[in-house]
């Protein structure tokens, strides 16, 4: 009989891509406007770099950060590097300032999931409240408006505290192994290379008008 496939939740904010489509039109009216008010090709030019600048920014920081949960591990995109927690590594989820996975050798926040402020806290008190929702426990006894479903950090929280307790339901997590289970780090060189020259050019474009 073949193995089911494995069921994959990938989280994103909401949020934060509604910014990175806001500066991408910012962006765009920017350029738009900069063409029509110069007279000269090489000025138009120059218009591009810090044009590219902010569509890399918009990508790089507020697009493309998400978060990967399937019954291997977690899978983090952050702005300037990846990290992938295997399920045997993993020791606590905590929400205190942004949803944090703790290993017993790094922290990681997610980009994707921060805590929510007190507007946030606010908000999601009241949708919870509608819905009869309560509180998530946090695991440890404590529990923090981080935990809040309707938030950031509460939603994403939630996918992998759900599939948390049932991995370890059906014995598919190796105990004991957390202080020898590899998190393997990747960083995104091209973007951070891609990020830096359209900063340095984008200035540089700016000095020279």
Do not use: C
């Not at 489509?21 to 910012?26: R, Y």
């Not at 950090?153 to 948390?164: M, V």
């Amino acid at each position: 009989m073949p193995a089911s496939p494995t069921t994959r939740d990938v989280f994103v904010s909401k949020f934060n891509r509604g910014l990175a489509v806001a500066l991408w039109v910012i962006v765009a009216l920017l350029f738009v406007t900069t063409v029509l008010n110069d007279t000269t090709w090489a000025d138009r030019a120059l218009a591009l770099v810090p044009t590219a600048f902010g569509v890399v920014l918009g990508w790089v920081a507020l697009w493309r950060p998400r978060l990967t949960v399937d019954d291997d591990g977690i899978e983090v995109v952050n702005v300037f590097h990846t990290v992938r927690v295997p399920w045997s590594a993993l020791v606590h989820v905590d929400t205190r300032f942004a949803l944090t996975l703790v290993t017993p050798r790094r922290k990681t926040a997610v980009w994707a999931a921060p805590a929510p402020g007190r507007a946030g806290v606010a908000l999601a008190r009241r949708q919870n409240q509608r819905h009869g929702r309560v509180v998530p426990d946090a695991g440890d006894g404590n529990r923090r408006a981080g935990d809040l479903l309707s938030t950031a950090s509460g939603d994403a929280a939630y996918l992998i505290r759900h599939r948390w307790d049932e991995l370890r339901e059906r014995g598919a997590i190796e105990l004991g192994t957390a202080d020898t289970t590899r998190v393997p780090v990747t960083l995104h060189w091209a973007s951070i290379a891609l990020l830096a020259a359209t900063a340095v050019g984008g200035w540089f474009a700016i000095a020279a008008r």
